[in-house]
């Protein structure tokens, strides 16, 4: 179940002014055209304010600056702002484990844990590692030795962090995320392949989130390390040795390879794939299913196998659609050629 | 071990006509170069029809209008379904978790369990949920608080159902499925992602199969949904919001983006992408490591990147292989221009 | 922790010779430019031996000729294998589970475990399967019923083996690698895709590493194979029916697709696919982000979607990015032979 709040009581969450019926409770948030009467929606942009009228919900999260609207709204500076704040408030609750350790959940006598943590059914923690307060961890999640958990993360079940890997605050990792796995490093010797032992550790800094099933190998010697606010989509894989900076998004099912740097902002699309030891600088985007194989400079928009300047590469895309076409008109001129050729050839000999 | 039948009854299972001996018993079922003397075996086309005569099985599966046998045939009005029943009875058997509730399962007194229902060790059932009947849960999966669960599934080791997410009947899902896992949603305030609470949840229809570390996303509102018969392949994964079809058919580790929509009958190929918010027709299939950038309609087979026409992209690749003949014939071209043109000249001053 | 050693007992740990003080004591190994005073270090080539002057490290490996090194140095004949030795022996400890069975453990009364296995937390052992000396289960693995595990494994948290797959000696799998999920089979009957029945296994032999994530499907009969001495990187799918052969290297990401056979010392980079039914022969090279479609000879480096020989590939990229100039090329050739038309009308009309 959602919790239930009153228009008011919402309006003073979001930092906004209430226009209409201040007292209406609301216990849930929908899109405007699927809300009804109990629940919030909200309109920030002209595809959304046309559908007000015919809108069934019980009230409206709109600019400052809007048009009074048939419902209560809630005035904000920032609709997209105030929406995260509702959305967090209306949605329903998720059924975290109860504050304490559970009867079935396997802790060393040598781990430490904060104040109000929760640790659920069949958790293991190893010795030596420390729990920030208010941190969740789900059934099933597993602490390896000597880690660091900062305070309120929350760990999906079955969650696998591995020996001395260390996590900041509010870090959010969904179901089966690995943390910490061996890097993948060998060197050919006697007939086959050689692992190199890797002593270093993963390091996530703070508001990190990452989807299902990602996994992040530790680094060689030192850390393998994810920047602060960055969000990871499911499945993706990094590398040993790479360096992710702040606020960077990396969609499903990308590859990151090893001691591959991405600086602040980077965007990668789904199923891209990054070279190893390549470095992208600053706000660089690269769109799905890309492959880079060189540096990229910040600011770039690219795409490709190897990933280039996305509009070059459109170019080239358009020209290789033309290609018949070209083809054809070779053959043409050719033609015609070879008639200019006898042609000349009769007036030569003329 | 695999159960022994004769052929008698194995006739009888998949509705065929005995044509020899119905009385031998047989353990197993292998290919026609592989079955011994206690195995059935099938052939359905020519190119099994003709390693008949040198085959060691001991009874094999034909169509009804098939030529007689060496050994004990069941004639079948479809092979290919007789086999799907056959290959059921003779595989070894899955060794399924007992009946009941084993004794290290965590299931909150709030679950209701149906008749029959198999609940493996350390399997954890949050409060709220209910399972259908004859469902096998294999040692540790986490079912959160209030799903539900059809009857005849079987979720195979450390399987994660999140809260709130609902399975048809006759569901298979593979080891280290992830259903429910938050959405991919954020949105950009004050200097950082902020996320977006995904209050909705993942609905999963009749006859579904998923391999092995599939993830899939719940919906932002309302619900991600997989229809009737739909089967992934390991390591899929798939956006909040998205809208699957029935009878789809999605291959390993394919990423489909967020509110994407695939009508009924599509087939998506290995390691394929598709955006968010696109839309594919009926029977649309996307040939594998292609990228959907926008919708396709019924019945369309797609390739490339971006996913275009199979054939048109076919003969573009052909087109640029003969690039470099292409450059040559231009340059010759020229040459030969410029020679008429200098011929051209000499005439014209003459 | 890591374990501390003197430079004699390195020295005679990787076979090399000691020229300075052997006594010194170390507790840990770095690259050359991060290594402090009680850490190892290491030279094989130019690029780390000219920063051997501004090293910090307490010792270093170098080749049996290198010159003169300020701190004690170990000549090796093999760098690079000598280092494998160290970087194992200096590394921070893995803190295995204890020798014997954890508490939390479910372990059929029908298994079987060999001398000195470790069984951690919360193992699931089915009936029938048999573990050799010196295997280390982490917390949370699971082993189906009649499994073979050899000597020496090392299984990381919730690796899942299903029923009867079998596991040579010095295997080491990754937290989360799902072992004998089913294949991806089906035949389409009576409107819907109907599954075949997987009774095969999976067979891996010895020194096989998996990262995290791995799926490695069962065969419908018989084996999924993967060779000895074979090295997945993260999140590989490998379909049911594959044959791989000795030392091949298979990147994250990457998707095999059923019945398809890799020879010995085969490399596919992140993110390839590779299709049903094709052959790549003895060291083929497979660049990521490339799709094999049909067999590759031996000793071919492929790249591209469908993949072809790689030199080809990369002219037909160099000839793409001309293609606009081709064009241009074209189009200024045709107005060239407009103008020689024109002009031989006007001699011809003369």
Redesign the interface.
């Given at each position: 179940m959602?919790e239930s709040y009153t228009v008011a009581e919402l309006a003073a969450a979001v930092g906004g002014t209430v226009c209409g019926e201040a007292a209406l409770r609301l216990s849930?948030?929908?899109?405007i055209d699927?809300a009804g009467p109990d629940q919030l929606t909200w309109a920030g942009d002209a595809k959304f304010t046309k559908l007000i009228p015919s809108s069934q919900a019980g009230a409206i999260l709109v600019p400052h600056d809007a048009d009074p609207t048939p419902m209560p709204a809630i005035l904000c500076a920032?609709v997209?702002?105030a929406?995260?704040i509702a959305?967090?408030m209306?949605?329903?609750s998720?059924?975290m484990p109860a504050i304490g350790v559970?009867s079935?959940a396997?802790v060393d006598a040598r781990a430490r844990l904060g104040t109000d943590v929760a640790v659920?059914?069949?958790v293991?923690i190893?010795?030596g590692t420390v729990i920030g307060d208010h941190t969740h961890l789900?059934?099933?999640v597993?602490l390896?030795?000597?880690c660091r958990v900062g305070a309120n993360c929350v760990l999906?079940?079955?969650v696998?962090i591995?020996?001395?890997c260390v996590l900041g605050d509010r870090v959010?990792l969904?179901?089966?995320v690995?943390i910490g796995?061996?890097g993948?490093g060998?060197?050919f010797?006697?007939?086959?392949?050689?692992?190199?032992?890797?002593?270093g550790n993963v390091e996530i800094h703070d508001?990190v989130?990452m989807?299902?099933?990602c996994?992040i190998?530790r680094a060689?010697?030192?850390s393998t390390v994810i920047g602060r606010?960055t969000?990871l989509?499911?499945?993706v894989?990094v590398?040993h040795n790479v360096q992710i900076g702040a606020?960077c998004?990396i969609?499903?099912?990308a590859?990151i390879?090893g001691s591959t740097t991405l600086e602040d902002g980077v965007v990668i699309?789904?199923?891209a794939?990054l070279?190893d030891h390549v470095t992208l600088g600053r706000q660089v985007q690269v769109v799905?299913?890309s492959?880079v194989w060189s540096d990229l400079a910040a600011g770039m928009v690219a795409s490709?196998?190897?990933a280039r300047d996305h509009r070059e590469h459109l170019?080239?895309?358009a020209?290789?659609?033309?290609?018949?076409a070209?083809?054809a008109?070779?053959k043409k001129?050719?033609q015609?050629?070879e008639q200019?050729?006898a042609?000349?050839d009769h007036?030569?000999s003329r």
């Open positions: 959602s849930g948030i929908a899109e699927h920032h997209e702002s929406l995260v959305m967090k209306l949605a329903p998720q059924a559970h079935t396997v659920g059914p069949l293991v190893g010795p789900h059934a099933g597993h390896g030795a000597d999906w079940d079955q696998v591995r020996e001395r959010t969904d179901a089966h690995v796995s061996d993948y060998y060197t010797a006697d007939g086959a392949h050689r692992r190199l032992t890797h002593g508001d989130d989807g299902a099933g996994a190998d060689k010697f030192r606010g969000k989509d499911n499945l894989h590398g606020h998004l969609m499903a099912g590859v390879g699309g789904g199923n794939g070279s799905g299913m492959t490709g196998i190897p170019r080239e895309l020209t290789l659609r033309r290609g018949s070209l083809l008109r070779v001129l050719t015609r050629v200019l050729e042609s000349a007036l030569d």
